[in-house]
Every structure is written in structure tokens, then in C-alpha cells.
């Protein structure tokens, strides 16, 4: 019998097994899929690890852990590309990059002719920017994949039948619903387009006062557009309105992108708590790893760390839920 079993295998659960793994801990890892897939919020993420950015709107811990978090997606996944990441907007939306630079640390201001630099297919497009160059990005697919590599190359494959162990982590993200009331659903839209006409090196964000875009380079002309955040726990239908703005937006970033072909188009929804950051929570032989919300590839490695330490040593963590054992 496996000394843990893990439920769930998207970013939460499979950071979480590769965490117990590397101490010596024999896992378990269920999930209805025997792979990651479209079935996992995670794999509809963005994958910019992107700490600064995020602390815009985000709490403190985000920065703080997901400041780690390049080295370990590094270390156990490969595939990182540390070019930074550009924070651009239009001449009328220069108020929203002030208060973003407000919000923020850790970036260079860049006037036009930087831009051009870093991304030639931008030059002459924005007057000012941001660019933050200890940020990086990554495949969330690709990752999510390699980790079940790993796992499988040490003995740890999906499997789809939970049984009797010692202690179980539950890491089901909104699917816990059932036994976590105060879970709730943010709906994320993105979509996967194919513009080879123009080049980008680096995630880059353009401000906008609805729906601020971010868009995430997947090689070979391939992007990752996105995303909405909607209080909707709703999981399979992109909204019109949504569908449009990031459009609009894709080509006031650039024209070339009124050409681009959609590919794919991803929605669901992800686990949150009230302050959008995540838990730990244990009752009897269960722990609760759950509430990544948007940053997912940010935080799941310090969550990880943290459920590990708490199940092999009983040691406090800081995202734990004392007054929900």
C-alpha cells in the first residue's frame, strides 16, 4: 500500500506527488484521466510566470513564492524561456501603465525605441512600456506532461481507481466543491491562434480598461490569447463578448493578428477562495490542496512543498486553514 494517495492529477496534484516523491514518499496518484488534458483547468493556462505582473492585482505571497517558482518548473519540467515579459498600452491608455508601474516592481521603463528592440514587430506601435526581465514562460502542456514523465519514469503512473491509504490530498480543484462550500468558480476564456506574419519572444500584455490581454508566444507562429476572469463557475462556452474584445485587442496590439486563425478555443473554470489565494486544509486522514485560482504555475510548486512538509513532518505551512481542519 502507497504510504499517500494524491486525487487529482492537474498542476496542483502532480506538483504536489512530484514534491512527496523527491523526499522518498511512495504516492498514488488518481485521476480520471490516465494524462493530462482539456479536462484540467491547467491545461488552459497562460503559463507566464510572471510574479511581478501578477502582484498588480494580486497578494504579496504571489510574488513572493512565485519568485521561486521559475527555477523549480526549471528543475522538474525543462522547458522555460527566461526572455522577460513587455507591458505595452495604447496612447489612450497610458493612465492604466502609470497605475500598473504603481502597482509593480522590478521593471524597466522602455521608451519606443527600446520596444523596437526587444520586439522589432512592435516597433513604432507603443510610446512607452514595462518590461520586466526576470519573468519568464513555459508550455503549460508541455509541462504538465513531463511531470507525469517523471513520475512514470519512477514508478508513480496515473491511475483511475483510488483505494485505502494512510492519508489521501485531495487536489480535485473546483470539483471538491462537494466537501469545500466556500470554493467558488472564475471562468477563464482564452484562445490558441495561428499568426506566423508576426514574431514575439516574450509574453506581452496590453492594458486595456475591460479586459486587459495577455498574449503568450507557443513557437511557430502559434499564441496563447487570453484571458477573462468572470465569476461564473460555467465551464465549457466562451462568451461573445469575450471572444470579441480579445480579438480587438490582439489587433490593436498588432494588425497582422485580424489575419490569425483561431485553433482552439479554451474555457473552464478555476478554484478560488475569497482573497484568490489557495489552502491547505486537513480533516482526519484528508489534506485539502486547493484555490490556486489564476496562478497556477506560479504557486502550485510552493503549495506543493508546503502539503509535503505537512504530511511527512506535521509542520504548520503558511497557506494551511487552521480554522477549517
Known sequence: MADVQIIGAGVAG??????????????????????????????????MLAPYCERESAEEPVLVHGLEAVDWWDKNAGGVTRNGSLVVALDRDQSDLRRFARRTSGFAEVDAELIGELEPDLAGRFRTGLFFKDEAHLSPRDALTALRDNLAAKGVAIETDPQDTATTIDCRGLAARDVIPDLRGVKGEMLIISCPDVTLSRPVRLLHPRIPLYIVPRGDGVYMLGATMIESSQRTRITARSMLEMLSAAYALHPAFGEAEILEIGVDARP???????????????????????????LAPALAAQVAEHVLTGATPEFFDADHR
Open 272 to 298: 478560488a477562495f475569497a482573497d484568490n489565494l489557495p489552502r491547505i486544509r486537513r480533516q482526519g486522514n484528508t489534506v485539502y490542496a486547493n484555490g490556486l485560482y489564476r496562478h497556477g504555475f506560479l
Open 14 to 47: 502532480l506538483t504536489v506527488a512530484t514534491e512527496l516523491v523527491a523526499r522518498g514518499t511512495d504516492v498514488r496518484l488518481i485521476d480520471r484521466a490516465s494524462s493530462p488534458g482539456a479536462h484540467a483547468c491547467s491545461w488552459w493556462a497562460g503559463g
